[in-house]
């Protein structure tokens, strides 16, 4: 039975800690995490398997443990998939098991494990995948049973940070190794971030009772941490995990603000992610523990043996009374010591190895510890708790067992595989990894970026190494920083060194025992179910790249991506196929090292703060008169203005109907504006644009195409000639930033000869549009000194004056095919000049319109809208408008006019389009083929890009690009949407004013 | 995420800048006399190599300056940062 | 005459002046929007000395030609924006400093644009100033890189901004775009959370 020791660890006895973990009531202590605290309370049992759903306890105490996930918190502030090891205790926590049901112990999925022997490497794939329609029916049933956590319910309470960071160095892990180069680097003056993933600093001086300068190792980390703290451009992070290493020394950091509290404090996130850009990274991110892979190893109480010093030391927390230890290398030696010290039995410590060295072996026997060498564990027994163990002699070659069976009476087991060195960021950077035959692990090889490895993380496990090594990462980097030395440098830390050892004796997985044992599962990858003969099935199948392994069984995928199973994996890989490790070679490690959630990801950018809305200076007057907005670009636009009992057809029928036969008022501020100077500027424009700009007088305006240099249409807008040398280029709303920089493009690296500037001025005007007959008589009533008599201000012309006491320049161009003037304003005017045409147009029963109804004016009148008409794939001989095309000069993109495939006549071309039904509004996007009934395969022949319903036609209408459209006016085709057709007739794309007579009124 | 030494502003965050592509693609003067095929090379036809890329950037939040960039398109090692109009430096690879 | 009350500030709608206070007290953040002044972009070779002698006529003073710095005579400031473009700050009275520019470089390559109502400047202080900025942007505002007469066009949250830093304690004047305005203003307002958020304008 696991619980709590009367005395040691770092954990406070005199506060008691209450949660609740499947609807029972514990008790722990801070000091606790939720996992530390569960074996407190003698809970073994906190989780049932992915895939058969097998009982499940811890096997590790950090961020490696592949088994107990937890869902913590309920409602929309719950969190699935949370490590238990990595969950540290408050008042009140609150967390319940996963992938269970009903109960974790009676979990109806168990069924599962019955059969077994149907659920191999690939199952889902032979088995599921066909008949691929089928996958849709299976998938629910299969997601049911084989998961992770549910999600919480949307509406997050928590808030998230982002932060940015610059340092000269970023030291990744607290433990001596790392805490010796940020101790360096500090104390040098240099801009320091220190992190570690735990809770407090240490690492594995945490507990292991080492001494560093003659004194206890822990207050060596105390002084440390409070240099760090002291220092004024150094900061020590705990709770704060490195999940990603990318290009340039960016580095990803997730600190966990508020997760220990029972909330975060006031105006605190829940979590922050750090953007570090350091000079120099120390990667000190120590060592994971191997599991071994041996006959139902998942059993809870079958734990890794640092994880049971862990326990042991941090929390006071005996994983059992009696716990067995089984070994491949010295590191588990301690742990039998430090258990039998704390009144823990120890029947055994069962090692691979043949001999070792005679200290170690002393100090067992010293313990009255029994040492079993040779010998290995070949069957785990109990199914809710370890019940004991069967050991077996093991063959000098480690294929075969042999001789009696001993069984081991024991309620825990603590196994040691080996060491991993962390190597997941220094991988992530792009450095290469070494396979170490002695260490049975990849250590750092080359490449990578500016960084140092340091410690065990680079296969260095004792003290003294590590602390050397950690210094002389902290001078480097001070080095590379060029930070020079002021004064005397202060000593490096010092411990005793360690006496040589006897190297690991690697065995990928312990040869099957007689009887039950031989047919027993040997788990490699706990978290997926993944056994020794899953991955040696899938060699015999043909799998040779280990990323195709990976896929196929999925080890090493999960929450835990394979932190403890990748390297058993790959040795049973290489030994099925008989090749070395170092050919196989590894999957490859990417970010996160360990999950991030969304919201983490996501920081403040949420809710209204997703995406910037741009605003006018009108805006909140339409807010204040009930507009209905639509999203243009990062705009935010009124679409329609309802008034009290009008759905948006009627709204937008009643602004087009008054804009046509009286006035109109449209926001118009959103088009983009650039201000075009120099003395090439006509030459520049006419490069630009389809059509001549030379000869445009002054003080008038002309309408422009702009193409890509594949011939297809990138832009369009009015642009007006303000002087000689200066324009005023108006582009759609959505495009303003993407035409300016395409102009600065085409100026900076091709055509630097021209004398030409361009200047984004689109905020530095408010623009009011008023549109339809009665506007001129507008315009005349506002009092001002200009003359909109049409001689005076024909159209395409543009003028600057005084109206209603406002400076404005006013421009005589139209959108809706209506008389119309567009007003700009000093943007901080906007408001006072659209109140004052509402108040003078009333006489007019002036209209304010929105998008909605300017989309259906222009329509009518047959006008374009880039984006809508155009998706990049056309012309403007598509569009019609061979008119604008000039053949006298050069320009961006007329060359491609004449490809073949441009040039061809059956190239879709715009058309007006009139359903048969007059009130049928088809979907806009919705497909053309030529006829109903046809047998398919169906050849699509165009698609509808804009369709609306008309009030002044009195019927619904389209434009559609449709294959050789042009010459096929008066045709019927048919129309296609979501399992609907209906017939409608090709037309001209001008449905009202063909001649364009009513805007030049 | 790469760092970027902008020739004017100094060192930027990539979030700062824009990619346009391969560098040095000249636009032919007379483009009337090519064929479909040498136009197209000209309009679509771009190197993707793995090894040294020359590219041009702009610093779209800083100074609003094209530049080119020397890149290396596996290790992102960035070989050389040079201004419109300097000579192309000749990298291995 | 116009009538200046007709003139309404990119943050209107917020009504900030109801919410401001004339001293931050405990607040980590103190943050305004800064009254209305001229802006004009100028564009022109910076290695031409005519149209550096024919500004430092109009202006009093030459722009700066070092990347990320300003120059400035009394309140007439001009930031470095890029290599032959300038931003030029000066109070609403200047108004004339357009046609003074415009005069004064005559024939020269060069252009000037208004761009007094495209911008608004929003004041930041406070002793957590740097800590606010570093949520949403990522240049480094350490007091050993980025110093008082410094400016840097870059991105705060999702918004383009140029920064200037204009006293040591620290000070920031950060310009941002009319329409990104209100934007700006709710996250910087929800950025403070942690530290407190006194609103101070004037």
């Not at chain 1, 044992?517 to 060699?539: E, I, P, W, Y």
Request: net charge negative; glycine share 10%; hydrophobic share 40%.
């Amino acid at each position: 039975m696991s619980g709590r020791l009367k005395s040691g660890g770092a954990i406070d006895r005199d506060e008691v800690l209450r949660f609740h973990f499947d609807d029972r009531e514990y008790f722990g202590h801070p000091g606790d995490t939720l996992a530390s605290a569960l074996l407190a309370n003698g809970v073994r049992l906190m989780g049932r398997s992915f895939k058969y759903h097998r009982p499940r306890g811890l096997l590790a105490a950090g961020a490696e443990e592949p088994n107990a996930l937890v869902r913590l918190r309920s409602g929309r502030a719950a969190e699935p998939n949370l490590r238990a090891t990595m969950v540290e205790l408050y008042d009140g926590l609150v967390a319940e098991s996963q992938n269970r049901w009903p109960t974790l112990r009676f979990d109806v999925g168990e069924v599962n494990s019955l059969f077994a022997p149907l659920f191999p490497a690939g199952f889902y794939y032979k088995t599921f995948m066909w008949p691929a329609s089928a996958w849709k029916h299976y998938e629910w049933a299969i997601r049911r049973f084989a998961g992770l956590g549910r999600a919480p319910e949307p509406g997050d309470p928590d808030v998230y940070e982002h932060r940015h960071a610059h340092c000269d160095v970023l030291v990744i892990g607290g433990g001596p190794a790392g805490l010796a180069a940020a101790r360096r680097a500090t104390r040098a003056g240099a801009r320091v971030i220190l992190v570690d993933e735990g809770a407090a600093f240490g690492g594995s001086l945490r507990g292991n009772g080492q001494a560093i300068d003659d004194a206890p190792g822990l207050d060596w980390v105390a002084d440390v941490v409070a240099d760090i703290e002291a220092a004024a451009d150094a900061v020590a992070l705990p709770r704060t995990t490195a999940i990603g290493y990318h290009d340039h020394n960016y580095v990803t950091l997730l600190e966990r603000v508020g997760d220990h509290l029972p909330r975060p404090e006031s105006g605190q996130p829940r979590r922050r992610l750090w953007k570090v850009r350091a000079r120099r990274v120390v990667l000190a991110t120590g060592a994971i523990e191997r599991p071994m892979v041996l006959a139902d190893n998942d059993r809870p109480g079958v734990m890794l043996a640092s994880a049971v010093q862990s326990y042991l030391n941090r929390q006071a927390v005996k994983v059992g009374e009696r716990v067995a230890i089984t070994t491949n290398n010295d590191s588990a030696y301690d742990v039998a010591v430090q258990l039998k010290a704390a009144g823990v039995a120890v029947p055994a410590l069962i090692d691979l190895r043949e001999e070792v060295a005679p200290a170690l072996a002393e100090r067992l026997a010293a313990q009255g510890i029994e040492l079993l060498l040779a010998r290995a564990v070949v069957q785990v027994h109990g199914k809710y708790g370890v019940k004991g163990v069967d050991v077996m002699r093991l063959a000098p070659d480690g294929e075969r067992v042999s001789g009696e069976v001993r069984r081991l009476d024991c309620d825990a087991l603590a196994m040691s595989g080996g060491w991993n060195p962390t190597v997941h960021l220094f991988s992530q950077s792009g450095g290469r990894l070494a396979f170490d035959e002695t260490l049975g692990a990849f250590l750092p090889g080359t490449g990578g970026q500016p960084a140092a490895v340091v410690g065990a993380a680079a296969g260095r496990f004792d003290l003294a190494a590590c602390l050397a090594d950690g210094d002389a990462a902290g001078l480097a980097a001070l080095e590379a920083a060029g930070i020079t030395r002021k004064g005397r440098m202060p000593q490096g830390p010092a411990a005793e060194a360690s006496t040589a050892g006897t190297p690991p004796r690697n065995l990928w997985q312990v040869p099957t025992g007689p009887g039950k044992a031989a047919t027993a599962k040997r788990f490699v990858d706990l978290q997926n179910d993944v056994t020794a003969s899953d991955l040696a099935l899938a060699a015999r199948e043909g799998y040779r790249s280990i990323e195709h392994v990976k896929r196929y069984t999925t080890t090493g995928m999960g929450t835990d991506q394979g932190k403890t199973s990748n390297v058993n994996a790959l040795g049973i890989v290489a030994g099925t196929l008989g090749q070395e490790i170092s050919a196989v070679g590894t999957t490859t490690f990417r970010p996160p090292y360990t999950p991030a959630t969304f919201g983490a990801i996501a920081g403040r950018h949420t809710g209204l703060n997703l995406d910037p809305i741009r605003r006018t200076p009108m805006q909140a007057w339409h807010e204040a008169h009930g507009a209905v907005f639509e999203p243009v670009g990062q705009w935010l636009r009124p679409r329609y203005y309802p008034r009290a009992g009008e759905d948006m057809a009627a709204a937008v029928n009643r602004e087009v109907k008054a804009t046509r036969t009286s006035l109109g008022l449209l926001d118009a501020t959103t088009l983009g504006k650039i201000d075009i100077q120099g003395q090439d500027a006509a030459e520049f424009l006419n490069r630009i644009y389809t059509n001549g700009w030379k000869r445009l007088g002054v003080g008038r305006c002309r309408y422009g195409l702009m193409l890509h240099e594949d011939g297809m249409v990138f832009d369009d807008g009015v642009t007006a000639r303000l002087g000689e040398n200066h324009f005023h280029m108006t582009t759609t709303s959505g495009n303003a930033g993407a035409v300016l920089s395409w102009l600065e493009s085409w100026l900076q690296t091709e055509w630097p000869e021209l004398r030409v500037y361009c200047n984004s001025v689109t905020e530095q005007s408010a623009v009011a549009g008023v549109s339809g007959p009665n506007a001129r008589l507008l315009m005349e009533s506002l009092g001002g000194d200009l003359d909109f008599s049409p001689e005076a201000f024909p159209f395409m012309t543009w003028q600057d004056g005084t109206l209603a006491g406002l400076p404005a320049r006013v421009f005589r161009v139209s959108f809706t095919g209506e008389l119309s003037y567009e007003i700009n304003v000093a943007a901080s005017l906007g408001t006072a000049l659209w109140e004052t045409l509402m108040r003078a147009g009333a006489a007019w029963d002036i209209t304010p319109f929105g998008t909605e109804a300017m989309h259906v004016l222009r329509a009518e009148v047959g006008f374009i809208i880039v984006g809508q008409e155009t998706d990049g794939t056309v012309t403007p001989i598509d569009l019609g408008l061979e008119a604008m095309v000039s053949g006298a000069k050069d320009f961006i993109g007329k060359r491609s006019l004449a490809r073949a495939d441009t040039a061809r006549g059956n190239r879709r071309q715009l058309v007006g389009l009139l359903p048969e039904d007059p009130y049928l509004v088809v979907p806009e996007g919705a497909q053309i083929v030529e006829r109903a009934g046809m047998a398919p395969p169906v050849p699509m022949i165009g698609h509808v890009t804009s369709s609306y319903f008309s009030p002044n036609l009195g019927q619904a209408f389209a434009m559609a690009l449709v294959e050789g459209g042009g010459a096929r006016h008066g045709e019927t085709v048919q129309v296609c949407w979501d399992g609907r057709s209906a017939p409608a007739k090709l037309c001209p794309p001008k449905f009202l004013d063909p001649d364009g007579s009513r805007a030049r009124a | 995420m790469l760092l970027i030494t902008c020739p004017w502003c100094g060192v930027r965050e990539e979030h700062e800048f824009a990619c346009g592509g391969e560098a040095h693609i000249v636009r032919p003067l007379d483009s009337h006399t090519l064929d479909d095929a040498e136009w197209a090379d000209y309009v679509f036809m771009r190197r993707n190599p793995k090894g040294v890329q020359y590219e041009r950037w702009v610093h779209n939040d800083g100074c609003r300056r094209w530049f080119n960039m020397a890149r290396h398109t596996v290790s992102h090692e960035i070989l050389a940062i040079y201004k419109v109009g300097e000579p192309k430096p000749e990298f291995e690879g | 005459m116009l009538d200046a009350h007709l003139r309404l500030s990119s943050l209107a709608h917020l009504g900030l002046a109801a919410r401001s206070i004339e001293e931050a007290g405990d607040a980590g953040i103190a943050l305004g929007e800064v009254p209305r002044r001229v802006a004009l972009t100028l564009r022109g070779d910076g290695e031409d000395a005519a149209f550096l002698d024919a500004v430092g006529r109009a202006l009093g003073t030459a722009p700066p030609l070092t990347a990320n710095t300003v120059a400035s005579l009394e309140d007439v400031v001009i930031l470095w924006l890029g290599p032959d473009e300038w931003l030029v700050n000066a109070p609403a009275a200047r108004e004339d400093a357009l046609q003074a520019l415009r005069s004064a470089l005559g024939d020269l390559h060069h252009a000037v644009a208004d761009v007094t109502e495209s911008r608004t400047v929003l004041r930041l202080s406070g002793a957590s100033a740097r800590d606010l900025l570093a949520q949403g942007c990522s240049l480094d505002f350490h007091p050993s890189v980025f110093q008082p007469g410094m400016c840097a066009g870059s991105h705060l949250a999702l918004t383009h901004v140029t920064i200037h830093q204009i006293a040591e304690d620290p000070v920031y004047e950060i310009h941002v775009h009319r329409s990104f305005a209100d934007y700006l203003w709710r996250w910087l307002e929800a950025a403070s959370e942690p530290y407190g958020l006194a609103v101070v304008t004037g």
